[in-house]
């Protein structure tokens, strides 16, 4: 069973700085680009960074300078390191596998970031 789990949210302030982790079981990590996302309330799920199997990297221009996605392979695990967080970085952060069709596997719990001006 394929399970995500998201960790390393809270509350900081304008300017402050998080890292998340996303803890993966029951598929090959290391096979699959990984992808983290986050929704806002009343917002949709939006794509805030990727990470190829190799490493390769790309960033949302919302978060570009100021985020970092990382990986290890060995312990199955994909990193988000947020700095210069702003209050528009508020929502759930979600990470997901990223499949040869461009889906993705079910859903995690998330973790909440809270950003206070």
């Known amino acids: 069973q394929v399970q995500f789990v998201e960790s390393g949210g809270g509350l900081v302030q304008l300017g402050g700085t998080l890292r998340l982790s996303c803890a993966t079981s029951?598929?090959?990590?290391?096979?699959?680009?990984m992808d983290w996302y986050r929704q806002a309330p009343g917002k949709e799920r939006e794509l805030v960074a990727s990470?190829?199997?190799?490493?390769?990297?790309n960033y949302a221009d919302s978060v570009k300078g100021r985020f970092t996605i990382s990986r290890d392979n060995a312990k199955n695990t994909m990193y988000l390191q947020m700095n210069g967080l702003k209050p528009e970085d508020t929502a759930v952060y979600y990470c997901?596998?990223?499949?040869?069709?461009?889906?993705?596997?079910?859903w995690g719990q998330g973790t909440q970031v809270t950003v206070s001006p």
């Open positions: 997901n596998a990223r499949t040869i069709l461009g889906q993705q596997f079910s």
């Open positions: 990470i190829s199997r190799g490493g390769t990297t």
């Open positions: 029951g598929f090959t990590f290391s096979d699959y680009p």
